[in-house]
């Protein structure tokens, strides 16, 4: 009776948000594929050219370097975040004096929105004008000083460092509900024996968060795949292509060029690259489920 | 087991005392967030840990008393003095500039209206689609599920131009009413996730109960169902209103008249305009203005905010 009449609020209840999902998610995806196989002329017919644009696409030298930057972004992003992620996790699980304000200043630049952080990162990257290179003068060590964002060596790493300090709040309240989760018996047991904090850290707990860390880097991977906001806003991909991804190339086909197909095609490439990437990682980093 | 452990221990090293013990072994239980349990006593390895906190604090009050400063000196100032040397005046003149002049009381409304509305409407479409998700068991509910979890991981922004396309043969496109609906759909994925999540935590005997009473599905889900959703719904919906109010991409994509701009992207806008003009203070005030009040409220919402982003990613 009761499973009876359940099923039939089952339409009436999904509907409103399954419309908006078809409409603004699904169609757009399915359309992405479709537009993907043709060619569009400056006139604006479509003109079906099977994986012609996919062809293309392998010997397109702006592409491939979009592809290396992102991936570059990944890594140098993931290296940037988890060390010091995991570090300041670790010093918020000791209890100490005015948690609650660090926590605060910790987690702050992430409720803050992207343009706000890109604009405000922009000035202190400033040569001049900005913060860094006159505090880094002021401390004799000018010599360190460079045009962040101006220098094709330094642009992708000092964009990819403001990503990764307007976000790290995020990973370090997941990493502390991580740590926080973790068995205190087995942690005290290790005292006892007399382990240090530090071998603590690295021989019990980050194995214990064995799958926390690797569900962490996949979300890692999906989110910088994805940049767009901070390049567009703090570079718009120069100097010299040094900080063109994916997200920002395809923007720039799309709407400077006209070439939708073309840019549906890097994103269909772009999307089935993050899903092998993920399903790989998943797959090298799986440890048998620990239960605690 | 235990008893032999222990002899092995004492046959081993009967005269040294065991290592911990300048303190009682402390049982910590599950340890709460702003409790309030005693700290811990200090130790000289945490002198590491307050060190490295401390330099983040520093380093980031640092860079907004520097925003700060700069909103308050002229755009002489900015360009002659030295980044460190404080503002001659006051100068909240420049504030009210930002506010009127570049128009940053109008974006900030568009970003009150568009991220309300779009929060509501994501909610509440999600909170009514959970249920059945959740609780009603139907034939391909795990298909269903798994597209709307397929989102989670999609890339969104690599459909860009069909959506562009579809907004544009609905009229929806530069409109306020298109960008509610387009950040609404985009909230989905993680609301659905979190609210599917928690309702599938209360008892069974809940619906049970209330049909034998004689409410219909409908009904309980609002009278019964809903009501201890609170927690859950709190969660989504500041989540929700976090990302809305700081989305940058559609509003770039979909918004091109000024008076329709949300926060985001008019602060963007003023940004470009500022490397090319010579109107810097403004845009540092117009900076400020749109920090501080997120500030203030994240200040207050803390716990919340931070528990709702643990509710969504992790079990338990």
């Known amino acids: ?292 | 087991m235990t008893n032999s452990s222990t002899d092995v221990i004492q046959k081993d090293a009967p005269m040294s005392p065991p290592p911990a013990v300048e303190e009682p072994v402390q049982r910590r239980k599950r340890r709460r967030r702003g409790s309030t349990e005693p700290r811990a006593p200090f130790r000289t390895y945490h002198l590491f840990f307050y060190l490295l906190l401390g330099s983040i604090v520093v380093s980031t009050a640092s860079a907004f008393a520097w925003v700060f400063n700069v909103s308050m000196k002229t755009n002489r100032e900015f360009l002659a003095t030295s980044p460190w040397e404080l503002a001659e005046g006051w100068r909240w003149e420049n504030y009210a500039n930002a506010w009127s002049g570049a128009n940053i009381g109008a974006y900030f409304g568009n970003s009150l209206v568009v991220t309300l509305t779009a929060t509501a409407v994501g909610v509440a479409v999600s909170v009514v689609a959970a249920y059945p998700l959740a609780r009603v068991q139907f034939r391909f509910s795990g298909v269903v599920l798994a597209v709307f979890l397929m989102g989670l991981m999609i890339p969104w922004m690599v459909t860009f131009a069909p959506l562009y396309n579809l907004m544009q043969d609905f009229g929806l496109l530069d409109s306020r009413i298109g960008l509610i609906l387009v950040y609404a759909t985009y909230n989905l994925p993680f609301n659905v996730f979190v609210l599917t999540g928690f309702m599938k935590t209360l008892p069974y005997e809940l619906e049970e109960a209330a049909a034998i009473d004689g409410a219909s599905p409908t009904r309980t889900f609002f009278s019964v169902i809903l009501p201890l959703m609170g927690p859950g719904v709190a969660s989504v919906a500041i989540i929700s209103f976090l990302q809305n109010w700081n989305e940058f991409f559609y509003a770039l994509l979909l918004i091109h008249t000024p008076e329709k701009m949300t926060l985001p992207l008019g602060l963007f806008q003023l940004g470009q305009a500022a490397n090319y003009g010579t109107n810097w203070v403004t845009l540092f005030a117009g900076m400020m203005m749109t920090v501080v009040p997120v500030l203030l409220a994240f200040a207050l919402l803390q716990k919340q905010i931070t528990k709702g982003l643990t509710v969504g990613a992790l079990k338990g």
Not at chain 1, 88 to 103: D, K, M, N, V
Not at chain 1, 206 to 219: E, Q, T
Request: aromatic share 14%.
């Open chain 1, 1 to 292: 009776m009761l499973r009876k009449a359940q099923r039939r609020i089952i339409v009436p209840f999904l509907l409103p948000a399954f419309a908006l999902l078809a409409l603004f998610f699904l169609y757009p995806l399915f359309r992405t594929i479709d537009l993907s196989l043709n060619e569009f002329s400056r006139t604006g017919t479509m003109t079906f050219v099977g994986t012609d644009q996919y062809e293309r696409l392998v010997g397109d030298p702006d592409f491939a370097s979009s592809l290396k930057n992102t991936f570059l972004l990944t890594i140098i992003g993931a290296l940037m975040l988890f060390p010091p992620a995991i570090t300041i996790a670790w010093a918020l699980s000791h209890r100490l004096r005015g948690e609650r304000f660090f926590r605060f200043f910790v987690f702050a630049p992430v409720v803050l929105s992207v343009a706000v952080v890109s604009i405000m990162w922009k000035f202190l990257y400033h040569p001049t004008l900005g913060l860094i290179n006159p505090t880094l003068e002021g401390l004799g060590l000018g010599a360190l000083a460079k045009t962040w964002l101006g220098d094709p060596a330094t642009a992708l790493a000092a964009v990819t460092f403001v990503s990764v300090w307007h976000g790290i709040g995020i990973w370090v309240v997941l990493l502390c509900a991580g740590f926080e989760r973790l068995p205190t018996d087995v942690l005290e047991a290790a005292r006892i024996d007399g382990a240090g904090e530090g071998r603590i850290l690295f021989s019990i707990m980050l194995p214990m968060l064995a799958d926390l860390l690797r569900m962490l880097l996949v979300l890692w991977v999906v989110q910088s795949f994805q940049a767009f906001a901070f390049i567009y806003i703090m570079t718009g991909g120069g100097p010299f292509g040094s900080t063109e991804t994916v997200g920002t190339l395809m923007y720039r086909v799309a709407f400077d060029q006209a070439d939708f197909g073309y840019a549906a095609a890097m994103g269909v490439v772009l999307v089935v690259l993050m899903l092998v990437l993920a399903k790989v990682l998943n797959k090298v980093m799986k440890r048998d489920e620990l239960q605690y």
